[in-house]
């Protein structure tokens, strides 16, 4: 069973964002093209142009490499040999190195960037479509990403952190899989959830190679390819344009005039550039680059370089020279032969900032893809909500109205004063003609007169509803609970939750599920039915 609401209803997704995937008119400058299955054919035109298929070797190279540890399934290894290929494309969605895959969105961005290859392969027969989960290894937020949620507990890995997320140690880990050993309980799903958390972190060395294991574990079976782009070689291959963000600005230029047309148009800016877009990352160390006068420093450190000394570092050592947010988009398309980047509100609200940026660099501009989001619910929930004559859609309003329409609906009297204030206005309809034939002294008697009566039915009204809101408590409770229980603290569920706890009721059924019903090509928010089967406990 599957509901779908309108994005813009549901009253979670900004204006841009809505009116992104409306496509009004104001936004078509900010990207290239809008996100339908027809158009891309002329992506794929433009991409196999400007892609240099150069960087297919070192691509393949740098994949081969770190999927020699992990337990590759037969769709993932065809999909790696493919991109050596010119008719080969990569469609592709990125995410944070969050703990045991942090918010439950972690998997819907997965499922939609595999089931749009899926659908760019049927469309498309003669090439191959590559889904990339390129993972963020170089942020350095780790306070963002060191914990995740579970039934309304915060399990967190406390440690002191610098530098990259992806070099850090897993180290220390330990406890917190003792704490998960209790929290999980017994049942089957259970002890698989404890195992892979078990393997994936206390048997791998780093965040970035025990989170590419646990995407891989989730994910290889439908060909999903895992990319850790802190590679020299990547680097490498990305040097001319690093070297432009160093010595012409041409990220911060570009970014900061499309961020300023944006903002006339009344749109929130996501981010804002700096001068230089990128950070030194070396061992320990992920600080900013910054210029002051003729030299070029490295934040909190003791590096300092001329101009000349800094190119010729690039050259040297790419590696160490790390994209921000403004600049990793632009990084992603020059290294894959990418069509699409699948993301959320906030990721598209900035790449909608960078189009101006892909033109003055000659590189194409990817289609943006909202990804899906879904509210998860189980059939005994489905039941109570039938009994309850609410709607799934309804849990989406703010309690306050949530409250009103449910008080509404179920007392025994009527509530709305509409028809009463029909009848209002039918008479000072008369008493408007009449004044039209006096002075203007008494026509504004009449407007003031008016509004007061309005005024006091819409008093009496609240008060009628208040009062009815008490004696329905007990009633609406049990509708209010509902949401609290989906929308943990009037927040999406996909933004709270952690994977693990729909696990436990769903097991190895859930991922199936989701990627039967999540369309990416459908932007709607859909509502999904679960039916929990009786595990051993």
């Not at 995407?215 to 020299?232: C, I, P, S, T």
Request: glycine residues 4%; hydrophobic residues 35%; charged residues 30%.
């Amino acid at each position: 069973m599957a509901d779908c609401l309108p994005f813009r209803s549901t009253g979670f997704f900004t204006d841009l964002i809505s009116d992104y995937i409306e496509e009004k008119k104001n936004l078509k400058p900010f990207y290239n093209r809008f996100p339908s299955i027809d158009n891309f054919k002329a992506q794929i035109e433009e991409k196999s142009k400007s892609y240099d298929q150069d960087n297919r070797k070192g691509l393949v190279e740098v994949l081969t490499n770190q999927y020699k540890s992990l337990s590759t399934s037969e769709e993932t290894q065809q999909h790696i040999d493919l991109l050596i290929e010119n008719s080969t494309y990569t469609v592709t969605t990125g995410h944070q190195l969050n703990l045991f895959t942090g918010p439950l969105y972690f998997l819907y961005k997965i499922v939609s960037t595999i089931n749009l290859a899926k659908q760019l392969k049927e469309k498309y027969p003669d090439d191959n479509f590559v889904p990339i989960y390129w993972m963020a290894s170089e942020d350095h937020d780790f306070d963002e990403i060191n914990f995740f949620n579970f039934k309304q507990n915060k399990l967190e890995w406390k440690k002191d952190a610098e530098g990259a997320v992806g070099h850090l140690s897993t180290y220390g880990l330990e406890e917190l899989s003792k704490t998960i050993e209790k929290e999980f309980g017994k049942s089957d799903n259970a002890e698989y959830l404890k195992g892979l958390f078990k393997v994936a972190y206390l048997e791998h060395e780093t965040l970035a190679s025990a989170t590419q294991f646990l995407a891989n574990e989730l994910f290889g079976e439908y060909g999903l390819v895992v990319l850790d782009a802190d590679d020299a070689i990547l680097k490498t291959m990305f040097t001319k344009h690093i070297k432009n963000d160093l010595q012409y600005h041409t990220a911060f230029r570009q970014t900061e005039k499309q961020a300023d047309k944006l903002a006339d148009l009344g749109y929130n800016i996501q981010v804002n550039p700096r001068e230089i877009n990128l950070f030194y990352m070396h061992e320990s160390i992920r600080e900013r680059i910054v210029k002051q006068d003729d030299r070029y420093l490295v934040i909190d450190s003791e590096l300092s370089f001329s101009e000349q000394e800094i190119l010729d570092f690039v050259d040297e050592h790419p590696e160490r020279f790390s994209p921000n947010v403004v600049m990793r988009p632009l990084y992603q398309e020059v290294i894959l032969p990418n069509l699409a980047y699948i993301g959320g509100g906030g990721e598209l609200a900035y790449w909608l900032e960078l189009k101006s940026l892909y033109e003055a660099e000659s590189v194409t501009f990817p289609i943006l893809m909202l990804r899906n989001s879904v509210l998860l619910y189980s059939d005994k929930t489905a039941k109570k909500l039938k009994k309850l004559d609410t709607e799934i859609k309804d849990l989406f309003l703010t309690p306050d109205a949530l409250e009103a329409k449910q008080t509404k609906k179920n007392s025994s009297i009527d509530i709305d004063f509409q028809s009463q204030k029909e009848i209002l206005e039918k008479q000072f309809t008369d008493l408007y003609e009449l004044a039209e034939k006096t002075d203007q002294s008494f026509y504004g008697a009449v407007a003031a007169q008016e509004k007061k009566q309005k005024n006091g039915l819409d008093h009496l009204e609240k008060r009628l509803l208040k009062a009815q809101k008490r004696k329905l408590k007990d009633e609406n409770e049990r509708v209010l609970e509902l949401q609290r229980m989906l929308f943990p603290n009037q927040s999406l569920q996909e933004r709270t939750f952690n994977f693990s706890e729909i696990y436990l009721d769903y097991g190895d059924e859930l991922i199936p599920k989701l990627m039967e019903e999540l369309n990416p090509f459908q932007f709607e928010f859909l509502c999904l039915e679960l039916t929990i089967y009786n595990t051993k406990s």
